[in-house]
């Protein structure tokens, strides 16, 4: 193991995401360098020391500045009238009730012509369906010929 590769080996095993293989392989090339070993002496005490401080707690008033400063950047964007177009029917209880029961009738009223196309309709299918019901005449007008005398 080169020490740069050693290296990525100490942020792995700080994060805990070292498997055994490399652990090994890591502590042989420890042995034989005492450059890495300073390191990893270096880091293990950084890592200590962050630990062990205190996370910060945002103010309601840093919060409110943070969100309003994200809010401004995303608004602020070419495309903001189409973000608040989309987000309108999820953002105005009427609005989003009228359109769950359009989409809900649009949804029935298709289904409801779609059953009488096919199962109400279907045997009225026009000439054709004449000429399956037992029209013979009808049915062979493409070899019908005029008669003699209207000739």
Known sequence: MTCDE??????SAVDGELNLDDRESMNE???SCTDCRHLQDRLASL???????????????Q????????????QSTRWGFLRRALRAPFENW??????????????????LLSGIGRWLLAPYGGIEAAARKGL???????????PLDLL
Not at 47 to 61: G, W, Y
Not at 65 to 74: M, S
């Open 94 to 111: 009427p609005l989003k009730t009228v359109l769950r029961f359009s989409t809900f009738s649009l949804v029935t009223v298709l289904t």
């Open 47 to 61: 890592s200590a020391e962050l630990k062990l401080q205190p996370f910060p707690e945002p103010t309601s008033a």
């Open 63 to 74: 919060v409110k500045t943070l969100a309003n400063a994200a809010l401004a950047g995303v």
């Open 136 to 146: 013979p005449s009808v049915g062979d007008w493409t070899h019908w010929t005029p």
């Open 6 to 11: 050693c290296f990525e080996a100490f942020s």
């Open 29 to 31: 090339h420890l042995e």
